[in-house]
T-cell receptor
């Protein structure tokens, strides 16, 4: 069974700083997708960034980028120039391609951006 | 607004009562998912549909839980004989099969069982 582990329950950084959220996963599948989802306080979850396992190039979306290390089964999220609006729960998630289409989430990291 | 909508947003009930939640997905989405989220935890997968077919059901889902998507549009999640341990946020999400990975979530239905 696939598992997703986020080892940082909570983090705080000053506005404009760079922060990295960690995620590791376990799977026997060779082809899969990894995601970071953001859940702001009292608002719905939205997709931040997606990485396809067969692509070696790390995904980037504006201030958000990932460091995907397939051999180490590691998938960290870097937020550059952090903003107050980045305050949220961040969930790392996994989806296998060949077996089923449900997304498995980690327990999340609560990120506080301090003014 | 054409996003995923869930109703009711909040439900308080007494132990032993039945509750039903409704989810209206984005209209062109053929996949619909139900997740449960407790405070400070990540969403736990419950079940999902492709059109009207229920493709998978988690072992977390006891016999007291049932979900339907009768016409491949909206879905209902019913919990019978509620227990205090059922208190959680129930999240619905939809997606388009083949456009892999992006789930569009509703705001959730929060259940409190007294």
């Amino acid at each position: 069974a696939q598992t997703v582990t986020q080892s940082q329950p909570e983090m705080s950084v000053q506005e404009a700083e760079t922060v990295t959220l960690s995620c590791t996963y376990d799977t026997s599948e060779s082809n899969y997708y990894l995601f970071w989802y953001k859940q702001p306080p009292s608002r719905q979850m939205i997709l931040v960034i997606r990485q396809e396992a067969y692509k070696q190039q790390n995904a980037t979306e504006n201030r958000f980028s990932v460091n995907f290390q397939k051999a180490a089964k590691s998938f960290s999220l870097k937020i550059s120039d952090s903003q107050l609006g980045d305050t949220a729960m961040y969930f790392c998630a996994f989806m296998g391609v060949n077996r089923d289409d449900k997304i498995i989430f980690g327990k999340g990291t609560r990120l506080h951006i301090l003014p | 607004d054409t996003g995923v909508s869930q109703d009711p947003r909040h439900k308080i009930t007494k132990r032993g009562q039945n509750v039903t939640f409704r989810c209206d997905p984005i209209s062109e989405h053929n996949r619909l998912y139900w997740y449960r989220q407790t405070l400070g935890q990540g969403p736990e997968f419950l079940t999902y549909f492709q059109n009207e077919a229920q493709l998978e059901k988690s072992r977390l889902l006891s016999d007291r839980f049932s979900a339907e998507r009768p016409k491949g549009s909206f879905s209902t999640l019913e919990i019978q004989r509620t227990e205090q341990g059922d208190s959680a946020m129930y999240l619905c999400a939809s997606s388009l099969a083949g456009v892999t990975g992006e789930l569009f979530f509703g705001e959730g239905s929060r259940l409190t069982v007294l």
